[in-house]
Structures are given as structure tokens and as C-alpha cells.
């Protein structure tokens, strides 16, 4: 079958670090996939094997969600905006999908609502029509209105056959962070957590010991290096390494570098190896976003979440909540981060064995490709 999935990440990059994951498992299971990818190009996302249609990017002001840029800084106007409409309507009437799968949208991206609409309206077009289904993670950013959780619920109801929740209810059910009615509960798959196959040990050892610090692949995290190079520069018998995000983080690396003097810390782009690190890392110190959490639950590693709250996000602060009862796990609040505080709660860390991987179901990919592939074959009958 013939799979599109369209997925826009405007801050991090765990959305397209998700959508990529399910493409792989439609791969896996003999299918073709392409991803119609809107944000920022990530260069460490492994993609091989998917067809990736890459949008004019775009990406928000920091945690300005209502305010498109440009790679180039401009903020995105109608014409800008307009191409990325056509281009998405045209991947849909050239792939003729038989499977369509929209990423967060229409529970977020509602700034790109004329977009996506276009999408699902040229979907809808199709004869035969694909399957519809939204692809939504374990919490969503909760609704600041009643209005906008009706309009979402609409338009579910309108286009969509059914939406993939990436969790398991027994533990997080959607209601926890999005109102849920009975129509919208009727549309709901949950498919466990969307994650890769563990990644197993580093063959070169590579963090062995280390205090690892990341914000996942976009550019943010700023606060959270600066507070861990002060850190590093506070204990004496710590290993520190400090891994940044961005389309270009080599700016900001080279100010954390000379920062960090003499300490024994160091600071380097993003890695592809990042998830294998984490076999060997004697601590984890991150921001709560779903991919990463996931990661450290596969590796049992200790970790200290700082969950991303700017611009009153709550998503994951409620995830760091819902986990800081699993061995190993603390969290600590961005306002009250300091570079004392990061080492004391470091240091305690450390002292931690290792965990065995969480038990919880991480076949959501491979659940998802099932749910979707069967609603795909029933509409063919």
C-alpha cells in the first residue's frame, strides 16, 4: 500500500522523530511510504527506505506558535504559505495514498489549518478514497478553550476514519490532558508507545560514565546547557557531555565551550548515536519529550527531567509527572533550575543502579501499521 504521512514540527523535532519511526514500520511491513515533511530539515534523522517530501520550511518564534518564519529568519507570508498548500494537495493527487495519516493535526497546527485542510479535502477527492486517520502523541498541549476542542472534535468527524493515540490508556489515557467526549472516544485507537527497537549498547562505549545532557534536535534548550556548564564547572570528579540541537548549533557551541574553561565537559552537535549513548551515560539530565522519554525507559537510565514549560506548555511537565514514579526518574521544574540544584540531584543520580527497561509496550509502530493497514483492506472489500 501506498502510505503519506504529513507531519510540520516547529520548535524540537520529536514530530518528525515520531513520524519517521511509524514510516519505518510501514516500510518494515513491506509498504511505501512518504513523509511530507513541513518543519525544519533535520540532518541526524535517518530517513532511508522513505520518500521524504520536504515543504517550504518553516518554523515558530521560540514558543510563538502563532508566528511563522521562514529558514531565513522572514516571517512566512500569504505567498510563502501558499506554496507549501500546493505542494501539500499535490503530494496527495501524485501519491494517490491508499492510507493518509495527518501528525497532531487537528488536536494542534491549527495555524496551519488551510494547509492540512487542503490535504484531507484532495484526500477526500480520491477515488478510491484512502483511510484518514490524525497520528497523536500520550499528551497533548491541553485546548486553552472550549471552542477549539469542538473544532477539532469536528472535524474528526468529518474527515477521519480514526485517530492513533501513542499510549496506553491504562496509564495515560487521552482524557488525561484532552476533554473527551463520547463521539471523539469512539474514534480512538490507542496503539501503545511509538517507539524504534531498542538500540542496544554503543560498540565504541561511547558516554561511558558520563553525565549526558540533551534537548532533542531542536534549538532550544539554551537555559539547560548554560545551567549544566556551570554545573560541570562546580564538581570536580564528574564527567559532563553536553549534546545540542538546531539546524546550526556551532554558534552556540563554541560560547558553551568557552564557558566551560577547564572543566571536564564536552559540548558537541546532536548525535545519531544519541539513543546507544544512553546504554552507557551514568545519568541522563533532559527536557520530558515523548521520544526521549521513551529512549530512557528502553535504556534504563537514570535521568533528570527538566521538563519544557515556556509559553505555558504543559505537556511535558505532565509526561515528567506521570513518570517520576518509575526507579531512577526525578524532575526538577525549569524555574527552579539552577547550577547547585542540577548537581546536587545529579550527584544523587549517579548513586542510582541502573534500571531494567521499563515494562511497558513499545510495538505502537508496528500496532499502528496494523490498525491502519486492516481499515485500509476493509474499505477495499
Given at each position: 500500500?501506498?502510505?503519506?504521512?504529513?507531519?510540520?514540527?516547529?520548535?524540537?523535532?520529536?514530530?518528525?522523530?515520531?513520524?519517521?519511526?511509524?514510516?519505518?514500520?510501514f516500510v518494515a511491513a513491506g509498504h511505501s511510504v512518504t513523509v511530507v515533511s513541513g518543519g525544519m530539515p533535520v540532518a541526524q534523522f535517518d530517513s532511508a527506505g522513505i520518500d521524504l517530501w520536504q515543504l517550504p520550511a518553516l518554523r515558530s518564534d521560540g514558543v510563538n506558535f502563532t508566528r511563522l518564519l521562514t529558514p531565513q529568519g522572514a516571517v512566512a507570508d500569504v505567498d510563502y504559505l501558499a506554496t507549501r498548500q500546493r505542494e501539500m494537495r499535490r503530494a496527495v493527487i501524485e501519491l494517490r495514498p491508499d492510507i493518509v495519516i495527518s501528525e497532531l493535526f487537528p488536536f494542534g497546527r491549527r495555524v496551519?489549518?488551510?494547509?492540512?485542510?487542503?490535504?484531507?479535502?484532495?484526500?477526500?477527492?480520491?477515488?478510491?478514497?484512502?483511510?484518514?486517520?490524525?497520528?497523536?502523541?500520550?499528551?497533548?498541549?491541553?485546548?486553552?478553550?472550549?471552542?477549539?476542542?469542538?473544532?477539532?472534535?469536528?472535524?474528526?468527524?468529518?474527515?477521519?476514519?480514526?485517530?492513533?493515540?501513542?499510549?496506553?490508556?491504562?496509564?495515560?489515557?487521552?482524557?488525561?490532558?484532552?476533554?473527551?467526549?463520547?463521539?471523539?472516544?469512539?474514534?480512538?485507537?490507542?496503539?501503545?508507545?511509538?517507539?524504534?527497537?531498542?538500540?542496544?549498547?554503543?560498540?565504541?562505549?561511547?558516554?561511558?560514565?558520563?553525565?549526558?545532557?540533551?534537548?532533542?534536535?531542536?534549538?532550544?534548550?539554551?537555559?539547560?546547557?548554560?545551567?549544566?556548564?556551570?554545573?560541570?564547572?562546580?564538581?570536580?570528579?564528574?564527567?559532563?557531555?553536553?549534546?545540542?540541537?538546531?539546524?546550526?548549533?556551532?554558534?552556540?557551541?563554541?560560547?558553551?565551550?568557552?564557558?566551560?574553561?577547564?572543566?571536564?565537559?564536552?559540548?558537541?552537535?546532536?548525535?545519531?548515536?544519541?539513543?546507544?549513548?544512553?546504554?552507557?551515560?551514568?545519568?541522563?539530565?533532559?527536557?520530558?519529550?515523548?521520544?526521549?522519554?521513551?529512549?530512557?525507559?528502553?535504556?534504563?537510565?537514570?535521568?533528570?527531567?527538566?521538563?519544557?514549560?515556556?509559553?505555558?506548555?504543559?505537556?511535558?511537565?505532565?509526561?515528567?509527572?506521570?513518570?517520576?514514579?518509575?526507579?531512577?526518574?526525578?524532575?526538577?521544574?525549569?524555574?527552579?533550575?539552577?547550577?547547585?540544584?542540577?548537581?546536587?540531584?545529579?550527584?544523587?543520580?549517579?548513586?542510582?543502579?541502573?534500571?531494567?527497561?521499563?515494562?511497558?509496550?513499545?510495538?505502537?509502530?508496528?500496532?499502528?501499521?496494523?490498525?491502519?493497514?486492516?481499515?485500509?483492506?476493509?474499505?477495499?472489500?
Open positions: 500500500m501506498q502510505v503519506l504521512i504529513a507531519v510540520t514540527h516547529l520548535l524540537g523535532a520529536g514530530h518528525l522523530s515520531r513520524a519517521l519511526t511509524l514510516a519505518r514500520a496551519l489549518r488551510g494547509e492540512f485542510l487542503g490535504l484531507l479535502n484532495a484526500a477526500r477527492g480520491l477515488a478510491p478514497r484512502p483511510v484518514i486517520l490524525a497520528s497523536i502523541r500520550d499528551i497533548l498541549a491541553p485546548p486553552s478553550k472550549p471552542e477549539k476542542a469542538q473544532s477539532s472534535e469536528q472535524t474528526i468527524l468529518d474527515f477521519y476514519d480514526g485517530v492513533l493515540v501513542h499510549s496506553d490508556p491504562a496509564s495515560t489515557p487521552l482524557e488525561q490532558s484532552w476533554p473527551v467526549t463520547d463521539a471523539l472516544n469512539a474514534m480512538l485507537h490507542y496503539t501503545g508507545y511509538v517507539a524504534p527497537t531498542p538500540s542496544g549498547p554503543h560498540a565504541d562505549h561511547a558516554g561511558e560514565g558520563e553525565v549526558l545532557v540533551s534537548a532533542g534536535g531542536g534549538s532550544v534548550g539554551q537555559n539547560l546547557f548554560q545551567s549544566a556548564v556551570a554545573a560541570a564547572r562546580l564538581s570536580g570528579d564528574l564527567k559532563w557531555r553536553i549534546l545540542v540541537g538546531g539546524a546550526d548549533p556551532v554558534d552556540q557551541i563554541k560560547r558553551l565551550q568557552k564557558q566551560a574553561g577547564d572543566a571536564d565537559v564536552t559540548v558537541e552537535a546532536a548525535r545519531p548515536d544519541f539513543r546507544k549513548m544512553l546504554y552507557h551515560a551514568a545519568v541522563s539530565v533532559s527536557m520530558c519529550g515523548y521520544n526521549t522519554a521513551l529512549d530512557l525507559m528502553q535504556a534504563g537510565t537514570p535521568a533528570l527531567f527538566i521538563p519544557f514549560d515556556e509559553g505555558g506548555e504543559v505537556e511535558q511537565t505532565l509526561r515528567a509527572q506521570s513518570l517520576s514514579h518509575l526507579a531512577g526518574f526525578r524532575m526538577c521544574r525549569a524555574a527552579d533550575l539552577t547550577p547547585q540544584r542540577l548537581l546536587a540531584e545529579v550527584t544523587e543520580l549517579v548513586k542510582t543502579r541502573r534500571g531494567k527497561p521499563a515494562e511497558i509496550q513499545f510495538d505502537g509502530a508496528a500496532q499502528a501499521v496494523r490498525i491502519a493497514v486492516e481499515m485500509a483492506r476493509a474499505r477495499a472489500c
